[in-house]
């Protein structure tokens, strides 16, 4: 069984043609990397339990779970109806942190780069996606039981009937290892492992299978599955052979069937083929970057893990158009040099390890680990934007795709790797394309998607150039005269400079030209030149390369929201989760003592006050205890809260507590907004501001 | 041939069954109010010509559209494969524009009313739009050429037809109109217009059904088209009959295709599903509002008129959920109770006028005009927010809807109309749409999308209550049981009173039961009692109403477009877009005097600085005029633009320049960062700036 090369990706892809499918890993796994996680895994301790919270907490992903859809930061689509798998809903705080992580984003990059946003349709007419070539290619191998109708993935179910067995086989050996119930299973959809000893023979071949899951295509999936007699998990039926099935949701545009159209499966299309009138708008200066979000859709044959794997979801794409002459230098390379990055480069995959090495971008660039500036420019704003937000710096790590994850005109490509509790996954793609993705379209439609700049220097070209004496010519060939032309213009330098010779020498030449008479013609001095001359080129014109971070905004958010995700200790039915003031869906959590009229006006005017500020607040005026309430809204994530209390309606000092750390400082009205908004903005800690305004113990009761 | 009732929207729109379709006005046109103002323009000037731009210039449409094309502003989707109609990207300024009206729409509801957003997906079950009425009824009629398989919205082509004939007739009249040659209609796909005189009752007639024209079935559209002889306007051959066109794009969820979807037309149904999830989040509290940003879909048989009929488009959707007793008060009502608006109401276009008047909201609540509070409260509310953005407060005004027009549930409805070339647009739907989409989903799926509340005092409700005696009746009916009880209690309380009194007197009762024996059951004394009893409720059940203000985004920034676009006296090929600051897409120009290298650290400088100060900035730098640059930018609507020149160099003073007067002042660096600040943010104008700091006269120079 050889191993196809693919080209992988969490996010949809365009693929070429030479390669097997637009097939994705699920998620980040590599077989060399998830896979020797899962192996550790296997052996040694959960990949869960390795996934600590910020205090050192085992995340408890059904717990967080649990809270993440209480307080409605997402929700199952049309759950009311049964729901629909791999569509979900942002609820109030989950849509407030998806618009901060968006508008951050737009800082991050669009503004403070000068990037040319554009917002490009989701239809997309069936020819684009042809050249592109995601209608070929973008498809996954799914299998169908006949009697039931279900339909499985067909890699999927591989891999969980293998590692079924393989769990039975540890169970044999009288390792501990959680096992699924009968019941269990047949709830879950999902196969049971029984403790049934395996061959040490066996155990290899499956781990092997295994550990290439995301490489095989159809016809290999099917020898797998007659081999390993691969069924039905529940009902234990056969299954039929893996066909292949297109991802993209495919619709029909206008009134008549004629226009099949699909929703984009990335948003990088609509860039591409808007490049000429964005370098027009840019007036023609070079390198330039389009940048887009909005969603894009892949129909995902059976949905699971949740926000991860979802069938609509939300992109942020960035496409920097570089010359690919002179390294792909960037003017602001400085600025990031210093920066250190985890790495994980692809030799040490290829060894079978996943060991990172920490290494400043600089450097990476300079040994040539990371193939140009301007691709370990965007590493590096990238990292920059996820510490932005507030992803946890020890759980980021840069991956280096293998040759044989990368399309074959790609240069290089590294993946943004957040750690979770489903392990390690991909939430940022980087890849240098090349000129591909515009070289495609440009043949395609014949539009000029190039750069022409004069030549501060005139190139001058000496090469071989052919005259035809047009009034022979043409009476000689008549009809075929276009053809015998375009044979002779086609002609190679190399040919050109053999023709001369063979021209000096016999007086004629012999031309091949396709469908004209016997294949060949023949040509004599007096109907043909051919003499070396030197041309003057003023005007260059090249098709721009292109490099491309590509963010998956929904599961950048899933992450982060694991990664800010922890619990005061022995208070673990609490959840908190710590995003910075710039991500958190509120601000400030207005919190009057009790439902006291007199509290009532002060509450009213701080709404106001912090209104004009720009700083979103939320009343909490319910009869609930403060502590209650406090505790309420650090599962939502709000940072600050203000307490109104007798003592305000007095003398119009409030309190202000932190979130992270629950101490209080009291101070005037003034001085609290003050503090807020230069926490808010970032221009201050919280400690900064404990260690300025005098401390306050009062108050918060459970 | 009778008028329809139909459901009048120029958004997506939900359809109740017993109305005919989610069939569309041509824009807001209603029969009499843009038929009025067609047959004024008819007769005697053009709409195109009564849309002034804010200097008093008459709007050249062709000249407009060509530079917001020039400029990026907007660009046909997929122009390089040849386009699709009806489907547009924005381009780096109309993106920019965009992205800055939705910010503001958020600031000035979300966050300002604390609603709660959230962001449900597009895809979306067939079953839950079959019960919003999607699926049955929004359609329109469509008309096939069988010979050319050309197809053409029913009603376009019957009014195309019938305006080319009447211009026929004027011009044969001897008035003078624009004419079509052949060769343009041909080009335009167009029906030509021949210099015939027609009948004056044959005038009559088709201005009759071009006055109803979108009020006509697809039985009653053939009939027309049969009558007047309707053909393709381009070959004259005939169309078949009318047939039904769903205007959503289908699609199929999942790898079987048991799963048929659709892509949203509207945002409100993700809300309605939410709604019990989303009162638990508000703490049960009522009233509330949810809110959803975010695109929407409708499949157009021939979209025409650009941005303003697209297939593809952005939405800002508002349910607001109220109890539907206790008047639909509103809280916030008297803040904007003194705002006048322009009011079109519905009898004044019964009467076939489309006379408006002013009249503040408070007093439009308080005679009826308007239904309620809450209503009225966001008409007003709609107001500031458009005149916010830019809109011109001369060319808005909202128009009642007809009862014809609304659905049969809803209590009142209104839209903000805009004026641009092609007429009073629907830009905003504001209505009052009862409990009708909650009871839908509700009787539909069981769920319980109501709210409960303990009541103050608890309700005693005086009922005639019925007892059966089980032991008897059980042995009685058998199998049958279950029915005749069911049967039993569903009898009316008028019927039990009747029924108590049957039983006092006679002893026995005879009970309609369908199904069981002859239809009728006999009941004695001993086995059923009858009796009024006082029932206690403690808790109150009740379906909110829904007040919808729903934005069509894209519509709105074309129209504003339209608003803030003149030129300068005499220089009718410079236009102008005067975005106020929040809106526009960049804030501020950065011009060096020219290219020379002293310049660039200033400039490099200011860059950063207004960068820090949240203020978004360009730097032109080439080699343009300054004047020229100026021009360029004054196109794409940047307010503001900072000149450095040599001056600067030496004393760090700068020139600020307001696009709208072109008037500039000069003052240190940091006074004018200071101005920006506060012209960006709203806090001062121009006027106020230009009177603080000294004149600035030299420089802009052609």
Known sequence: MTQTPIRFSFLPRRIVSCWYPASRKHFSSTPSTLRAVLQESRNKKSVMATLNTKAGQAVDRAVLDSMLRRRLFYTPSFEIYGGVSGLYDYGPPGCAVLNNIVETWRKHFVLEEDMLEVDCTMLTPEEVLKTSGHVEKFADWMCKDPKTGEIFRADHLVEEMLEARLKGDMEARGQKIEVDTEKEAKKKKKAK????????????????????????????????????????????????????????????????????????????????????KLLEFNQQAMPFASASIGKSFRNEISPRAGLLRVREFLMAEIEHFVDPEGGKKHARFDEVKDIELILLNRDVQLSGSTKTETMTVGKAVEIGLVDNETLGYFLARIQLFLLKIGVDSTKVRFRQHMANEMAHYACDCWDAELLTSYGWIECVGCADRSAYDLNVHKNKTGAPLVVRETRAEPLKVEEWQIDLDKKKFGPRFKKDGKTVEAAIDALSQDLREKLALDLEKSGKVEVDVAGVASGKVELEKDIITIEKRTRVENVREYTPNVIEPSFGIGRILYSLMEHVYWYREGDEARGLLSFPPVIAPTKVLLVPLSSNPAFRPLVQQLTTKLRRLGISSRVDDSSASIGKRYARNDELGTPFGVTVDFQSVKDSTITLRDRDSTKQVRASEDEILQALKSLVEGEETWEDVRKRLPEFTGQEVD
Do not use: C, H
């Open 193 to 276: 492992s029984e403790a049934i000893k395996l061959d040490d023979a066996v155990v290899k071949d499956y781990e092997e299978v295994l550990a290439q899951i995301d490489n095989f295509d159809g016809p290999q999936l099917e020898q797998i599955i007659a081999k390993y007699d691969i069924r039905n998990p529940v009902t234990g039926g056969n299954v039929l052979p893996p066909v292949s099935f297109n991802l993209m949701f495919q619709t029909s545009i206008g009134p008549s069937s004629n226009m099949p159209g699909y929703l984009r499966p990335e948003t990088a299309q609509g860039q591409f083929l808007n490049f000429q």
